[in-house]
C-alpha cells in the first residue's frame, strides 16, 4: 500500500513517531528538504505508520492510483492545518504559548519556584510549538486552568527552550502533563485528551492529594 505525508499537517520533525515504528525505513526525515518524506519502493504495506501519526499527516492508500488521487484532492483543497486537526479532534487548535487565568510560563530556571515549591498542586504542560496533538491540547488546557483557578495551578513549559527538566522527568512525547504535589509527580497524563476526559483526570488529582 502506497504512502503518502500531508503536508498541511505534518510537522516535519526529526522524531517523528513514523520515522521509529516503520520497519523498513520506508519513512525518513530529508535534511535537505527538511521534511518527512515517504519512500514507498520501501514499503511493506505493514499499515503501522498511519496509526502512530498524532496529526494524521501519514496516510495510507490501497493503490498507485488512489494515491494519486489524494494527491490532486490535497493540491487542489483549500483547508487548512487547523481545519484538518479540528477535523481530526473535535477541536479548534490554538497557539500552546498563550497564557490565560491561572497560567503561568516555567523553565530551567524558574521550575523548582513555580512548580517544586507551590503550595497549591501543579499540573505542568510540556509542549513545542511544533507539535499538532500540543495546539489542540492549548485551548483546553487553558479552559480548565480558568475552571479550577484557586485549587490548581496551571503550568507551561515549551521543552525547545528547556530540555533538561523534561530529561529529568522522563518525558519521551508531548504533550505530557505532570501534576505535582509537594515536590513530587502524583499522575501523569499523555497526549491531547479531550476537555472531559482531563477535568476527570484533574479532580482525581485533587481527591488524591486531598485537595478536593
Given at each position: 500500500?502506497?504512502?503518502?505525508?500531508?503536508?498541511?499537517?505534518?510537522d516535519?520533525s526529526?522524531?517523528?513517531?513514523?520515522?521509529?515504528?516503520?520497519?523498513?525505513?520506508?519513512?525518513?526525515?530529508?535534511?535537505?528538504?527538511?521534511?518527512?518524506?515517504?519512500?514507498?519502493?520501501?514499503c511493506?504495506?505493514?499499515?503501522?505508520?498511519?496509526?502512530?501519526?498524532?496529526?494524521?499527516?501519514?496516510?495510507?492508500y490501497?493503490?498507485?492510483?488512489?494515491?494519486?488521487?489524494?494527491?490532486?484532492?490535497?493540491?487542489?483543497?483549500?483547508?487548512?492545518?487547523?481545519?484538518?486537526?479540528?477535523?481530526?479532534?473535535?477541536?479548534r487548535?490554538?497557539?500552546?504559548?498563550?497564557?490565560?487565568?491561572?497560567?503561568?510560563?516555567?523553565?530551567?530556571?524558574n521550575f523548582?519556584?513555580?512548580?517544586?515549591?507551590?503550595?497549591?498542586?501543579?499540573?505542568?504542560?510540556?509542549w513545542?510549538?511544533?507539535?499538532?496533538?500540543?495546539?489542540?491540547?492549548?485551548p483546553?488546557?487553558?479552559?480548565?486552568a480558568?475552571?479550577?483557578?484557586?485549587?490548581?495551578?496551571?503550568?507551561k513549559?515549551?521543552?525547545?527552550?528547556?530540555?533538561?527538566?523534561?530529561?529529568?522527568?522522563?518525558?519521551?512525547?508531548?504533550p505530557?502533563?505532570?501534576f505535582?504535589?509537594?515536590?513530587?509527580?502524583?499522575?501523569?497524563?499523555?497526549?491531547?485528551?479531550?476537555?472531559?476526559?482531563?477535568?476527570?483526570?484533574?479532580?482525581?488529582?485533587?481527591?488524591?492529594?486531598?485537595?478536593?
Amino acid at each position: 500500500m502506497p504512502v503518502l505525508i500531508d503536508q498541511r499537517v505534518c510537522d516535519n520533525s526529526p522524531g517523528c513517531s513514523a520515522i521509529r515504528v516503520c520497519p523498513k525505513d520506508a519513512i525518513i526525515y530529508d535534511r535537505k528538504a527538511g521534511k518527512i518524506i515517504a519512500d514507498n519502493s520501501r514499503c511493506t504495506s505493514c499499515g503501522i505508520c498511519q496509526r502512530v501519526c498524532p496529526a494524521g499527516a501519514v496516510k495510507v492508500y490501497p493503490t498507485e492510483a488512489a494515491l494519486e488521487a489524494a494527491k490532486t484532492e490535497i493540491e487542489g483543497s483549500n483547508l487548512t492545518a487547523d481545519d484538518l486537526l479540528e477535523q481530526r479532534y473535535g477541536v479548534r487548535p490554538g497557539d500552546p504559548n498563550e497564557l490565560g487565568t491561572n497560567m503561568v510560563h516555567v523553565d530551567c530556571g524558574n521550575f523548582a519556584d513555580e512548580v517544586l515549591k507551590s503550595d497549591l498542586p501543579v499540573v505542568v504542560d510540556f509542549w513545542a510549538s511544533w507539535c499538532a496533538p500540543c495546539r489542540i491540547l492549548a485551548p483546553t488546557f487553558k479552559d480548565l486552568a480558568a475552571e479550577f483557578d484557586g485549587q490548581l495551578r496551571f503550568a507551561k513549559l515549551d521543552t525547545e527552550e528547556c530540555q533538561q527538566v523534561p530529561a529529568e522527568f522522563g518525558i519521551m512525547s508531548i504533550p505530557t502533563m505532570l501534576f505535582f504535589h509537594k515536590g513530587r509527580i502524583v499522575e501523569r497524563a499523555v497526549g491531547a485528551l479531550p476537555k472531559d476526559a482531563l477535568r476527570t483526570k484533574i479532580k482525581n488529582v485533587m481527591t488524591k492529594v486531598g485537595a478536593a
